[in-house]
């Protein structure tokens, strides 16, 4: 049962740098989701993707893009990295219903110098 | 006014206490509500859903109050694994989640 996977775990990146993360899930979800978490500030939504095709802007989109590959996947980029990009990055999932919780991926620690 | 507020704490409490925590949110046409878990350096994890009518799952007792628009949860006979943050998650009909920053609670021994 892997339920939300995210990879990599850990990164170190040079500011200007660029890197995609990734995410999949293997519960059927039709939604996905990217969170940033930074002490003191509690999760806050960068992007989500209600269904396969299509995506929308959360809370702090600026400086990242993202790409809903297909069902099971949902990435992550930072084309430019910036020092305030420094985070834990969250994927998640849910099922569609207003009911159904999201599920968490264990996180990608990103640092940029 | 945050949407979903909670009270930072830290909660200290020593092992088999009863411990409870509250959270208000600021809007009523919220319709789904969840208490998470999470651990230091870990992710969120759902610990329960909260229904109208209130629920439990052991030592956990949620309820929820939709006329003060507040949510509440109860541990019982607390253990040194209940130390974690606890999350309050709203979510209105049709928007996305939305979460609380979080209660930290330290059961100590």
């Known amino acids: 049962n892997a339920g939300v996977t995210q990879t990599p775990k850990f990164q170190v990146l040079k500011t200007g740098q660029s890197m995609t993360l990734q995410c999949a899930q293997d519960?059927?979800?039709?939604?996905m989701y990217w969170y940033r978490q930074d002490p003191g500030m509690g999760l806050r939504l960068i992007y989500y993707?209600?269904?396969?095709?299509?995506?929308d802007k959360g809370e702090v989109p600026n400086g990242y893009n993202v790409s809903r590959l297909n069902k099971r996947e949902f990435s992550l980029r930072l084309e430019s990295a910036a020092p305030s990009q420094t985070s834990v990055y969250f994927c998640a999932s849910s099922s569609t219903g207003t009911e159904q919780p999201q599920h968490f991926g264990d996180g990608t620690r990103l640092s940029i110098l | 006014r945050k949407e979903v507020e909670q009270d930072p704490g830290p909660f200290n409490v020593p092992e088999g206490a009863t411990v409870a925590f509250n959270c208000t949110y600021s809007?009523?046409?919220?319709?789904?509500f969840f208490w998470y878990r999470q651990d230091c350096r870990k992710e969120p994890k759902l610990l329960m859903s909260?229904?109208?009518s209130g629920n439990e799952d052991g030592r956990f007792t949620a309820q929820l109050n939709r006329a003060s628009q507040y949510i509440s949860l109860l541990i019982r006979d607390s253990k040194l694994s209940d130390s974690a943050t606890y999350l309050c998650v709203v979510r209105p009909q049709g928007q996305n989640f939305v979460f609380g920053p979080g209660t930290r609670l330290s059961v100590l021994p």
């Open positions: 993707s209600a269904s396969e095709g299509t995506t």
């Open positions: 909260v229904y109208s």
């Open positions: 519960m059927n979800h039709n939604s």
């Open positions: 809007n009523s046409a919220s319709q789904s």
